[in-house]
């Protein structure tokens, strides 16, 4: 990695030096940020959600002592002394299936047929499996031959020995995963307390920019910033609520904003650029409150961050790729904190890198990367042209690629720090 040398001080606006740096950006914008208050949910619609209470089992688990393996039950002590040379008899009396109760007792020196998951009859203590068994039928009725002894609790499940009742089984501030939903569902859960899924109303601007179904005129390009936030804002956990696009019209964004209702979080793209975001400026400073700020990032160098009324707002620049890099940066951890989830920081891992990247301007160079596994190490390289803006590269991308605001060229074969897509799992990298 070569480093910069040491830069002359400077008082211009475009000085980095004179910018917020990320981690300072980052920390204004979260401080503005809690967890929201909880609600009661189907357990399903709980996935990924935060618990707001600690859940004590009312039963046990298993609830009764229960056949671990298809097989017969019987008592381990009338088994000694069997060996393979002198095998010893048990009349087989009767069969218990999984969901019914044993009709009787085991009586002394016999065995019960037993299927896995069924209660145990009082008396046995002990469970061998049918493949360890030799079958025959007699005049005398059903009979096995036993050529070990058993063990006591021998593929038996005690009651409880899972989850003991008034058990704590997770705690409040616990993501719920999918094995988590199966525990819950076992102790007889079908709702719980988690902390809300936040709303974030997401706000296109620009005269140039227009909806699918509408011709493109002349100057016009589509509004991929609109759907793209939303999906973003989905994935990292919150409820997009997409308010359209607003002209660069004081009165159109103010009408546009007004529709955000009870959202937690309004989003604008668009319109940032120095000298350019008057239109949005004036609305938030008559109805709310407003910061422009430069970042020592690239790309997402112009950002505002404020609110209208009591609702806080992030200004993300109009460029798409910007866009995407400053809400992953800004918006991702504010809706983990608003989730009370624990973990708000960036997924961060080494990688190698396949070519050499250059950062010139002393920002956080957030390039965009493809990253895989190669004979268990992992490469990256930049996805698409490397262009700003370009969407398809944006598309392809499954990590950023990060080279910090002091290093001039990150090199070829050297490891940099590689922040993962919400949706990049190791399986996909393979
Ligand atoms: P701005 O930040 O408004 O100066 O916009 C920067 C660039 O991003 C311009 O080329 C805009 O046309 C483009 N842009 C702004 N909004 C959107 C959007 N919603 N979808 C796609 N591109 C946009
Ligand atoms: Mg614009």
Known sequence: MIRRGPRQASQSWDDPQMMLSVDEARARILSAFSPLQPVTLPLLDALGLVLAEDIQSPINIPPFRNSAMDGFALRAGDTVPATPASPLTFAVRGEIAAGQAPSSALAPGTAMRIMTGAPLPQGADAVVRFEEVIEHDTTMGDRILISRAARVAENVREAGEDVVAGMTVVTAGTAISPMLVGLLAAIGRSTVRVVRRPIVAIL???????????????????????????????????????????????????????????????????????????????????????????????????????????????????????????????????????????????????????????????????????????????????????????????????????????????????????????????????
């Open 204 to 430: 296109s601007t620009g005269d140039e920019v227009v909806d699918a179904g509408v011709d493109l005129g002349p100057a016009q390009i589509r509004n991929s910033n609109g759907p793209m936030l939303a999906a973003l804002a989905r994935q990292f956990g919150a409820e997009p609520r997409q308010l359209g696009i607003a002209l660069d019209s004081e009165a159109a964004i103010r009408e546009r904003l007004s529709a955000s209702g009870e959202a937690d979080l309004l989003v604008t793209s668009g319109g940032v650029s120095v000298g350019d975001f008057d239109v949005v400026k004036q609305v938030l400073q008559r109805d709310g409150r407003i910061d422009l700020w430069q970042v020592r990032m690239k790309p997402g160098k112009p950002l505002a961050f404020g609110s209208l009324g009591t609702t806080p707002l992030l200004g993300l620049p109009g460029n798409p790729a910007a866009a995407a890099v400053a809400f992953s940066q800004f918006g991702r951890p504010a809706i983990r904190t608003m989730l009370g989830l624990s973990r708000v920081a960036p997924r961060i891992v080494r990688a190698r890198l396949d070519t050499a990247i250059e950062n010139r301007g002393n920002r956080r160079h957030f390039v965009r990367g493809v990253i895989r596994i190669e004979q268990n190490d992992r490469v990256v390289r930049p996805a698409g042209s490397g262009k700003g803006g370009a969407l398809s590269g944006l598309a392809e991308a499954n990590c950023f690629i990060i080279v910090p605001e002091d290093c001039e060229r990150a090199l070829s074969d050297e490891c940099v720090d590689v922040e993962l897509f919400e949706d990049t799992s190791l399986e996909q990298l393979g």
